[in-house]
């Protein structure tokens, strides 16, 4: 899988927590600090939290499944 596409569909999925549509990725160290922002690092898709620092490395296959059904379909 491309991490371009990862980094696509975390940016999706993130964006749906962010309207209260899902439930998104908080931070591990302390979910007060909220949602993570998908980001590049070395080439990889990654999530950070901007309150404390916090990567968590990579996307997982799940949302990447959900954010390829919804792109297709958005193309009907
Ligand atoms: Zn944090």
Same mark, same amino acid.
């Given at each position: 899988?491309?991490?371009?596409?990862?980094?696509?569909? =975390? #940016?999706?999925?993130?964006?749906?927590? =962010? =309207? #209260? #549509? %899902? %439930?998104?990725f908080r931070c591990r160290r302390d979910v007060g600090h909220g949602l993570l922002r998908p980001a590049r690092t070395g080439g990889r898709a990654v999530m950070v939290c901007d309150a404390c620092g916090f990567v968590q490395i990579g996307v997982p296959q799940s949302i990447v499944d959900v954010w390829r059904l919804v792109r297709d379909r958005a193309g009907d």
């Open positions: 899988m491309k991490e371009h596409e990862k980094l696509l569909a =975390a #940016r999706y999925w993130q964006g749906e927590a =962010a =309207a #209260r #549509r %899902v %439930v998104g």
